[in-house]
């Protein structure tokens, strides 16, 4: 068939999702935004070549762009997609409270954006 899958991930500042939703989010202790940043990027790291390594084993090309930082999550997604020259984005979306405004928020606004169209998964 063909098909070639891009993994991509653009880890997010935690603040983004309250800039993103106009949600005001409280929670306990507070977090080292550069250890956060690495933490994040090398657990997205090892998911990531687990996606590959079952890719290969259904003879599917995967590769995978993890971005840890930059511009904002949603302008990632649409700039990843279009110089890929995508025909698909997949995204997921949760259904709870807090992962509808963190991840929720990112998704319609994909939604909205994408030139492509968007396949939204619930999670």
Request: a positive charge.
């Amino acid at each position: 068939m063909g098909a070639k899958i891009r993994l991509f991930h653009q880890v997010p500042n935690p603040i983004d999702p309250i800039l993103t939703s106009g949600a005001v989010m409280f929670g306990g202790g507070s977090v080292y935004l550069g250890a956060y940043l690495k933490e994040e990027t090398i657990a997205l790291q090892k998911q990531a070549h687990r996606w590959v390594a079952r890719g290969e084993k259904l003879g599917v090309q995967v590769d995978f762009k993890i971005l840890p930082r930059g511009r904002g999550v949603v302008d990632s997604i649409i700039k990843e997609s279009k110089s890929a020259k995508s025909d698909l984005v997949a995204m997921s979306t949760g259904t709870g409270t807090i992962e509808s405004v963190i991840i929720g928020s990112f998704t319609r606004q994909v939604v909205r954006s994408s030139e492509a169209p968007v396949w939204v998964i619930r999670a």
